[in-house]
């Protein structure tokens, strides 16, 4: 009998990642750098066609940067909206996989395919109310709100909320082009390297650029508390790889709160409360394959 | 045969409103200034008891304010917490109710009760992404995801979410005793009270501390838009009196998001998408009874 395999994509705002399979056990996978969308979707079709002879592909989950249009009946639907990522915008990137690979293909956005990755292979499994950020060269959020994905009238774009911004140990503006300095305007990868000149990856650890970021990310992180109530928060993303950053965002939360929630989660555990993605890069991907395999559920 | 009758009772800092009936067009209420936990208490079950001679009152639903404990497997379940209000920390409430009247009594947010109420009655009918603010002398927030009420570790608590200061036109502190200058050390009635040396009801309409106030509420609604992406916002309290309040925060709310989020239920209809409770004053305590009925059904 012919193998089921399903297929997922990660589109990132710098790299594709391609898998197929079914767990995360049992995946073949490939990752390229994000160039025009005709080229990036031209390679992942490539990638699936080469990696699903003699296989029966069922579906393709894709977990996007955004905004994305994800409501079924608008004729946009599938569409990555409104980015300002040079010539990603108004792509109907559903509609150009599916009209290729004629499979269903089903999409939602980068972070709630991680968080739905996490909640079955990782770092919320048993959750039924979390959130999942990441932390690169943009800034996202999504999560599980009664065991369900966060939807709503588009879906949540966490990195957008504004913070109060430190001026007096920063005067940088910010450089989200909606709204100057907004969270990743003021946090995200992208703003590092603006506001000092260098890559974050080279910037050393005990350069004041880094409790300056863990600041700013506390201060969203509480307002997401305050906001949802979740049960953990997941953060993944690039800038995430320096272990001092983790750190400093657990002292600063707890700080932040000013024990006003009493929640021995958060003032005696807040090191299981706040966690990097037990599956680490791959939380998205194996996200975007759990949705593939769901595609027929509400979720 | 015995009419059977449920009872709402919402705790607010100021009142408490109480009401014995099945449906917004049939109860019967009192309400009463809020003073000490015994005393108020004392009154509301006083009530229930004149009003129900002759009824089988089958619950009673509490919304009230918080921090409250609403995990069932607590010890404090039903307690009112952290509260900075004299007096009401660490009360049973649920408890101190129960064993009066030998009913079954269900608790949940002030706000979540009244989300619930607009929900079944008022202006979120249909709907199942909503968030209910109030505004009053203190600010809350709570709603529902996927139709059921927002819960979570604890309960939301939007009203202590950050939002920018404006230290230019606005040097004045905050009076949140735990967060200073937090969304309710901002922008509550009582920071109003404190920052211009009179009570809200009595600054005129052309008062600057109006475009303040909206300012700072168009800055967290904003915030909430992007966290849980609800298809509308309905804002209660006291302070949304002031007719001229709504309509401020209608444009600022749509300055803020400079068109980064693309729907037209906010870029064309901002009016009907952040409105006022449909019951008004009501809100909280017809959603009491509302839990009252459901306290068999998980909500």
Known sequence: MTEK???GIETGGTKFVCAVGTTPDNLIKTQFTTTTPDESIKKAIDFFKNNTRHKQLSAIGIASFGPLDLDKNSPTYGY????PKDSWSDISIVEKIHSRLNVPVVIDTDVNGAALGEQVWGAARGLDIFIYLTVGTGIGGGGMVNSRLMHGLLHPEMGHIRIPHDWQRDPY???????GDCLEGLASGKAMELRWGQSPEKLPSNHPAWELEAGYLASAISNLIYTISPQRIIIGGGLMKNPDLMSAIHRKVVKDLKGYIRSEAITESIDRYIVAPALGDLAGVVGALELAKRINQEI
Do not use: D, E, N, Q
Request: proline share 7%; hydrophobic share 15%.
């Open 80 to 83: 990555i909206t409104t980015t």
């Open 173 to 179: 503006r910010g450089c989200c082009p909606y709204h």
């Open 5 to 7: 395999v399903y297929g």
